[in-house]
């Protein structure tokens, strides 16, 4: 496998061609790298990784974009730490450095922005400064600095951003740089100031390694950089870098760098391919995009695409990712969900990923242990938390039966992985089920559980746990006896199951404003229904712009055909409408629906806990319903419990 292979880039020889790419973690200390920093990136290099490169930090103390942005200034011990663990489990390791410009942030540093241009960020509207001599030849010093300060402290090298969220790109493009001097004017004045930054950089470093991640395609053709102006602009700095990562995006597209699932994997390597050819081997090129398939990342690399394939999300939910590849093993899937590896926002979440929720929590997690004596357990229930459980507690030496009333496992989320965008959830059920038949783990599915058999089990010694999952929630509507209401699941669930749907007009209630609404609002318009979706708030699917999708659903939603009513509650349900009420006026409106979806909050199906004596141990949603990363969490959580409490053989005192 050519992914597996050692590669020579500049200075440095990587023991395959598997990047770990730059991303937001928020786990620094103030500007600085920290202890968690070093724990996520040692975790990598452990599992196989041929390069990692840091988060961003900024060069100069003019940009501050988010709380726990690190400053190049204050990261040289840090730096250090990361590269003496990097280097101790065999990976090489680099520093990406950079200004994120007007895409940056002045509720930390309260001061002006720094832009090429008098051009206002479409995100926070902010208007920036326009930058002067001093400030430009304070910046160039700043990228020199950083570099030094990188490699001084052990890095192989730096990358420079010239990607998404940077001012290096703000002087590169038409879209925000309207300078008339010699930092623009014409194509030879906007590339200067990448050019400098580049040789600043070279001379700073020497020999080591020097890459560039690049916007090679800013979707905004009317100014901003093309994929044939981004080539000749490749082609002359490439002769600068050792890499040259490709990326795509500008401020009109922020999230079009790193997209959800309802953007196809791999979506850049037509773009790389054109780069590519430009750079005719001044450069070794990195594919990036979107890349979590390891055979796509080996088509990139086989068919002359590319030297190198940057799979951060993949890493970020298998660490081990080289050596399961190396091994035979079937990788841990990423979902490109964003739900929790997406922390560039105000809430400074730390970065953590749904199907690994040890990511970012490396030291704070504890290992499963596994010298236990071998004990009997009986999960009830097979969705996420049930099988995470029982997977860790086999991993543990415990014999593990999962018993569900289902006829296939995965609990809600085969049926939520019907819709678009949604199907890699059902790579996940498949992996855990895998992984359970890999452990010996028994499923006896097709089987109710009553109170009298937990009984039994438990007079046979076996330790019983419930992760039962959730149910329909409450209906706050009146509902006619003729009104014919399902919710979201079900909808799906008959999807899934090739069954009959009316296609008259259906109405969606969404209160909560996820992805579970306009997945069965889009489902159904792709059927043929004519769909009008109900929210109480303001904006559509207000819960997606954590993972970067709000903009772009509402654009999916308006292409299908679907009517969305916002600033409604849904006050009943009839044989043929649904009566809605104005949030502000408490106006009424009839809205036609042959039958009505309900996308609201589910309950814990917890009945049978409660009839149990309500001392069960149990996890995930029967606890509260949530996402799929709790029921991960929370299955693994009590996976360790349990094995940490299993009685020690005799005589070993």
């Not at 920093?37 to 975790?43: A, L, N, T």
Request: glycine share 10%; charged share 20%; hydrophobic share 40%.
């Amino acid at each position: 496998m050519l992914l597996l292979e050692p590669a020579t880039v500049g200075s440095a020889t990587m023991r395959n061609r598997l990047v770990f790419g730059p991303h937001e973690t928020n786990l620094g200390r103030g500007r600085s790298f920290s202890e968690r920093h070093v724990d996520y990136y040692r975790r990598r290099a452990t599992g196989g990784c041929g390069l990692i490169v840091t988060e961003e930090a900024s060069v100069h103390d003019s940009d501050w974009p988010y709380e726990r942005a690190p400053l190049a200034a204050e990261s040289g011990s840090g730096w250090a730490a990361v590269a003496a663990a990097c280097h101790q489990e065999g990976a090489a390791c680099v520093a990406a450095i950079g200004h994120a410009g007007l895409q940056g942030s002045s509720a930390y540093s309260q001061r002006e922005l720094w832009a090429p241009s008098l051009v206002a960020d479409a995100v926070t509207r902010e208007l920036p400064k326009e930058m002067e001599p001093d400030d430009i030849a304070a910046v160039l010093d700043g990228f020199e600095a950083a570099a030094r300060i990188a490699v001084d402290a052990g890095m192989d090298g730096v990358e420079v951003n010239a990607g998404q969220h940077s001012l290096v790109r703000q002087f590169l493009s038409g879209l925000t740089n309207l300078r008339g001097d010699d930092w623009g004017g014409d194509e030879t004045g906007r590339i200067r100031f990448a050019d400098e930054v580049l040789q600043r950089a070279r001379a700073a470093i020497g020999s080591s390694v020097l890459g560039l991640r690049l916007s090679c395609d800013e979707l905004a053709p009317w100014a901003g950089l093309t994929p044939d102006s981004a080539a000749q602009v490749a082609e002359t700095l490439a002769r600068h870098v050792d890499y040259l990562v490709v990326v795509r995006g500008s401020i009109f597209s922020v999230d079009a760098t790193r997209p959800d699932a309802n953007v196809e994997a791999g979506f850049n390597v037509g773009l790389v391919q054109q780069i590519h050819a430009a750079v005719d081997a001044q450069a070794a090129v990195v594919a990036q995009g979107s890349i979590i398939d390891p055979g796509q990342a080996e088509w990139a690399l086989t068919d002359g695409r590319a030297e190198l394939v940057e799979m951060t999300r993949a890493q970020i939910a298998d660490p081990d990712l080289a050596h399961t590849l190396a091994s035979g093993g079937r990788p841990r899937p990423c979902l490109l969900c964003n739900q929790r590896c997406r922390v560039r926002d105000a809430r400074n979440p730390l970065i953590t990923c749904v199907v690994n929720p040890s990511a970012g929590y490396e030291a704070a997690e504890p290992e499963l242990p596994t010298r236990s004596p071998a004990r009997a357990f009986a999960v009830i229930g097979a969705g996420p938390a049930g099988l995470e459980l029982a997977r860790c507690l086999a991993t543990a030496g415990h014999q593990v039966t999962v018993i569900d009333r289902a006829l296939s496992p995965g609990g809600a989320v085969p049926s939520w992985a019907y819709g678009p965008g949604r199907e890699p959830l059902g790579a996940l059920v498949g992996w855990l089920a895998d992984e359970c038949g890999r452990l010996g783990v028994t499923l006896e599915l097709g089987h109710e559980t009553t109170p009298g058999d937990i009984a039994g089990l438990e007079a046979e010694g076996t330790k019983v746990v419930l992760c039962t999952g959730g149910r329909a929630g409450r209906r706050e509507y009146a509902v006619d006896p003729t009104a014919v209401v399902i919710t979201a699941a079900e909808l799906l669930a008959k999807v899934r199951d090739s069954e009959e749907i009316d296609t008259g007009p259906v109405a969606v209630w969404d209160p909560i404003g996820g992805p579970i609404g306009i997945n069965a609002a889009l489902t159904l318009a792709s059927r043929g229904s004519m769909v009008t979706l109900i929210t109480p708030d303001v904006i559509t699917g207000t819960q997606l712009a954590s993972t970067g999708d709000l903009a772009a659903a509402s654009t999916r939603l308006l292409q299908a055909g679907v009517t969305v009513v916002k600033r409604k509650v849904l006050r009943a349900a009839h044989a043929e409408t649904v009566e809605i009420e104005d949030r502000f006026n408490g106006e009424r409106a009839p809205v036609p629906a042959d039958f009505l979806v309900d996308a609201g909050h589910r309950l814990a199906n917890d009945e049978l806990w409660r009839a149990t004596g309500e001392q069960l141990p149990r996890a995930g949603d029967c606890v509260a319903p949530r996402t799929i990363y709790e029921a991960m969490l929370e299955g693994r959580r009590l996976a360790v419990s349990l094995a940490a409490a299993a009685p020690e053989p005799a005589g070993t005192h």
